[in-house]
């Protein structure tokens, strides 16, 4: 069975087609990270609409990412097997029904299982589009800038999320979230049919179906676990239980890859210090970019008053300054090689974050310029570090190579959420000094402090002062687990020389 239209198949390779093919995948890519945080204005119109509880409310949210980091890895080698064609198009569809689903969803339940089949169409399609670049841009140059306009889009999506829901809520109803993603769907089907590279599968390559269950089983524990982590309080059994889970699961599956003659995920790609440095960086930039989204909006929402819309475009400064350094790293790449852009990156992003602490205790537009630098640093750095990926791995290990990328992502930004939330909780508990007589409860969180202040400036005061500095302590934690990157990157770098990107010439 072949995906593309056979007519097609025989038309010449030509850069006309090739940029193309990368606008659908670049389509298709920005629907997954922008349907990762367009949730988070639009979320109280949900909770209001459809009734949701609490718990309903944190996994309509929740739902997407977990499942999604679940099935990553096994659906990247998945398409090694079948061709990552026929996932790309797959994936659009189970996408694009999920969606119209998802619009239409009658209760909070129903848009809780939609949102869960959201993110099986996300973990089936995401892989391919990296894969696909590696199969369509077969020159080192051109895929090193493909590479670098894939990795704008997952930052310029995360970033337009917030955005783009609370511009949608202004005029239409909460259901328009999700069907904007439908004619985007349908228009990189038609692009996919007409200018889609041949469908290359390779039914030799076996894959394990256990080995895709314990990642699954693993992943999705450990997921659990660091969000567990973000509940106030956290419940005890899941804490144990989640890790326990995680760790048995991650055992066998190691131990089994080290058993299979065609495994799910070789280990030993991981001794390429370019391959390793690459999977790092991506990391740490989903957790810097994560956290400053996540703090950075609750603050000025909380504390400053904006609107989500005003939130949405302060964070936005960061996709910004990302947007021109991605590009540019990826056109340059071929003559600085990867310690400067990708360790150089991360020591960008670090002078930003600190720059945007100043600019918070001092003026305004100091903060802003911080985090458009930042936003310069990260985009250099992930789309380099995509490039670091997949350009050490062998061709016929694409989906392999995609999938431990997209992990990658997804754990730095659930990570980031889940640690940086539940710091924020605690430091701002430990540091409230509410006035005397004081609801006990508003020494719990802000929100709460408010809804029991009661009109009570003084106890709305010491609440906003002890956010502020829970704030700057999430920022200067940020900025810490930046420096750690920059000397990790760095030091597996160390003897990557200019003008050096891939190491497996061997195996292309």
């Known amino acids: 069975m072949r995906v593309s239209h056979p007519c097609i198949e025989k038309a010449p390779d030509t850069a ?24 988070y204005t639009a979320l109280p ?23 999604m980091a679940g099935l990553l890895l096994g659906s990247g080698t998945l398409g090694d097997r079948v061709g990552h064609v026929r996932m790309f198009v797959v994936g659009l569809i189970v996408f694009g029904l999920a969606s119209l689903a998802a619009a239409f969803s009658p209760t909070a339940w129903a848009l809780i299982a939609t949102r869960a089949l959201l993110a099986v169409g996300a973990a089936i399609m995401m892989p391919a589009t990296l894969a696909l670049i590696r199969v369509t841009f077969t020159r080192e140059r051109e895929r090193n800038i493909a590479i670098a306009v894939w990795g704008s889009m997952a930052v310029v999506g995360g970033a337009l999320g917030p955005i783009v829901g609370g511009a949608l809520l202004e005029f239409f109803w909460w259901g328009s979230v999700f069907l904007i993603n439908v004619p985007v769907v349908v228009a990189a089907l038609v692009a996919t049919a007409l200018i ?51 760790a048995v699961s991650f055992v066998l599956f190691a131990r089994r890859q080290r058993r299979l003659a065609d495994p799910l995920l070789d280990f030993a790609i991981f001794c390429n210090p370019a391959f390793s440095s690459g999977v790092l960086a991506a990391g740490f930039a ?16 909380l504390v400053a008053g904006f609107t989500p819309m005003e939130a949405g475009f302060l964070v936005a400064a960061v996709a910004a300054g990302s947007l021109p350094t991605a590009l540019l790293g990826g056109a340059f790449l071929h003559r600085t090689g990867l310690l400067p852009l990708v360790t150089g990156g ?89 006035p005397a007589g004081a609801p006990g409860r508003a020494g719990l969180s802000l929100a709460d402090a408010r809804a029991a ?49 891939s190491q497996l010439h061997a195996d292309h």
């Open 346 to 434: 991360l020591a960008g992003a670090l002078a930003g974050v600190v720059m945007a602490i100043a600019g918070f205790q001092w003026s305004f537009a100091v903060l802003v310029v911080g985090l458009v630098l930042t936003g310069g640093g990260l985009g250099a750095a992930m789309s380099v570090a995509s490039a670091a990926i997949v350009g050490n791995a062998p061709r016929n290990r694409a989906g392999m190579a995609s999938s431990v990328e997209e992990v990658s992502y997804e754990f730095g930004n659930l990570s980031a959420v889940a640690l940086l939330g539940s710091l924020l909780t605690v430091v701002y508990a430990a540091a409230v000094d509410l």
């Open 45 to 67: 119109t949900l909770t209001t609409e459809l009734g949701a509880s609490g718990t309903q409310s944190l996994w309509i949210v929740n739902a997407y990412p977990v499942v």
């Open 453 to 501: 202040a009661g009109g009570d400036a003084a106890v709305v005061g010491a609440a906003n002062a002890a956010f502020d500095t829970a704030y700057l302590v999430v920022m200067v934690v940020v900025a810490a687990f930046l420096a750690v990157g920059v000397a990790v990157t760095g030091f597996l770098l160390r003897r990557h020389g200019p003008g050096t990107v």
């Open 196 to 246: 889609g590279p041949r469908n290359d599968p390779d039914p030799a390559k076996r894959w394990d179906l256990l080995s895709s269950v314990q990642a699954m089983v693993g992943l999705v524990a450990a997921v659990l676990a660091i969000k567990e982590l973000a509940h106030t309080p956290p419940s005890g059994v899941v804490l144990v239980a989640a890790p326990l889970v995680a």
């Open 16 to 39: 006309a087609r090739r940029w193309s093919m990368l606008a659908t995948i670049a389509a298709g890519l920005l629907l997954i990270t922008l349907d990762n945080s367009i949730l």
């Open 286 to 301: 989903m957790f810097t970019m994560g956290g400053l989204q996540l703090v950075t909006t609750q603050r000025y929402q």
